[in-house]
């Protein structure tokens, strides 16, 4: 069992890792009265007796649950406003605590449920998905969908406790699986050099056929440490969290082409399709081996996980134009006078924030993704 | 012009009391540029010609601007999906800011939407009415109801400045003017002897056909000062805050036999209604001459301010009997096993916390204003 201390903002909490966790979070609970103790899960756990999930089973029959769909259908005012109408009908009282048991959806939503109802109300998130043991769970963030508009509701507002049970990830289906281990590489690739080598070497381990659990309690662990580094003095998004946005910027051009159901692309593969255009923009700004050392590298690594390096490796889907995903980051929200704003990468576990207002540049970034 | 520097929680910023607040409000707004500052109106403003709003005027025609009724059916779930609506057909960015503009309906739903919209924007606080001067523009709370539940949605958050212009206070109904004026007797009772005092006898400088502006601003000065003493090191109510739920506790049994909406009573009059219930408790569990005088100092001057001291007073509507009251009041969420919690008055101008439990207590003080 390791424990992590997270400091958010003002706010301290402990991020607890193994392969028994829910041990934890049931001594947890214990706590509080039986009453004081509701559970938000994905319905995906409900009628699932495999025995992984005996203990799980035991929780949650103990306490009121509201089980809801993982996906995205459940990140809006609908399930929002279901949800808080639960609460009132059953009375959960102010001090009170909200378990939230699933992956990012499911913890985004009730992490802003807790954070509003009643001005706040306690907050556990058990994450169950690699999407969410490796980044969503970390770091306060809340967010519901709003008018198509991914996160255009939400809060900051930091959990009593994170429990982390990496046996939950043995049976995530392979697609999700590698889309949330692309966070982990992401961050290794801005700021732990040694990381991203042990992540290219040690990919067998993690392949989705062997999944070792050693393996995966380090990677949660490693992964829940870099990101509270970044996330730790910078609550609110003003500075050194940006760093956590590699990739992001061109792809989320990449999601807008596609919409805001993830059918056709995880976040995590067009985060994989933004680190390789990142990784080209920094070559032709920069022209040194160092840059064209990392597109080879991020290439590399992706595919080892099984994660997409061109747009068209996504099958049956159609696939945007270069001209398409420019024009999407140009009218970006978040563009400025000065152009867009990156994370690039000098060279492995290394980070530089730079806009680029070069539209040369961008549209070749993009050009690397094509087949 | 005075300025009272908040400190609440760990955010600080100014208020602003004067009887020409709006220029510093224009000035304030200067320094951000002019799409990223938006404003939510009570539509009242909208087409009102009033010379005293003149500098109003011109200041909204520079802004884009949402007008929403300033009456309860703005403080709901409807209300805020509209205005995020809004927020985003006009892509105010995250580092904008909300104006709100108007009473306590219009600040507490601004309030929630800012502390929400991606994650939190700007928000500056401009009330129009003594209920929203003296008591809801100061403190931090957000909120909107639920479920015909008050304020089971909402948040803790500060504004970057609250500009409170008391001109405003010269055309409001007399109704509504007195019972904002009742939170500031709430508040001299529980903590300011010498207060209690004089507004007891300058309740002619206050009178609803005089207004005076000098005894406006005075007033306002002096309850923003109190009520973030009782605010500042306590913002989300664990302690010293709970003084300002003085005439609260039996108040809301009045409020929840009329119901969520308040054509019966406002909120004021129940809280009125709600310190003789406490002045007469404190009575009947100490016995002493002191509490005696408290009784009558809280009938004469709620008298000297139109507010009501039987649930008789306001007139064409039923009352509920001491049966119901103590009823609501037993039901009353908020109830621990230790009974009901109070705020008493010993003396005028000192505060106690206390369970009661006892029923006879509890109904001998609704006794007290049956007709």
Sequence with gaps: ???????????????????????????????????NVVCIVDEFFKENDNSLYNELNIFLAKYKCLYLPGGLQSKGLEAYSLAMKWLLDI?????????????????????????????????????????SMIDSAIGGKTGINFQDQV??????????????????????????????????IKMSVT?????????????????????????????VIWSTKIKLFHVG??????????????????????????????????????????????????NSINQSSLSSDLLDFTKKILKQYNLPVLISDQPDCLFPSVEVLVNNLINDKKRTSQGNRFVLVPSIG????????????IASSFQSIMP
Tied chains: 1, 2.
């Design 1 to 35: 069992m390791t424990v992590i201390n997270a400091k958010v903002g003002s706010g301290k909490y402990p991020v607890l890792v193994s392969d028994n966790s829910i041990n934890e979070l049931i001594d947890f609970c214990d706590g509080y009265s039986q009453e």
């Design 91 to 131: 009375k959960l009282p102010r001090d009170g605590v909200i378990v939230a048991i699933g992956g990012g959806v499911i913890g985004d939503l009730s992490a802003f449920v807790a954070s509003t109802y009643m001005r706040g109300t306690g907050l556990v998130l058990v994450p169950t998905t690699t999407t």
């Design 151 to 184: 996160n255009a509701i939400g809060t900051y507002y930091n959990p009593k406790a994170v429990f982390m049970d990496v046996r939950f990830l043995l049976t995530l289906n392979t697609r999700d699986y590698f889309a949330g281990i692309c966070e982990a």
């Design 191 to 219: 700021s732990d050099a040694a990381q991203a080598k042990k992540l290219l070497n040690n990919s067998t381990l993690l392949a989705s056929n062997n999944r070792e659990i050693a393996s995966l309690v380090d990677l």
């Design 233 to 282: 003095d910078d609550p609110n998004e003003k500075g050194i969290r940006l760093t956590l946005n590699y990739g992001h910027t061109f792809g989320q051009s990449i999601e807008t082409f596609y919409g805001l159901y993830q059918d056709h692309y995880r976040h995590g593969e067009a985060v994989a399709l933004g680190m390789i255009c990142a990784a080209s923009a920094i």
């Design 350 to 361: 290394t980070s530089i924030i730079q806009y680029i207002d070069n539209k040369k540049v």
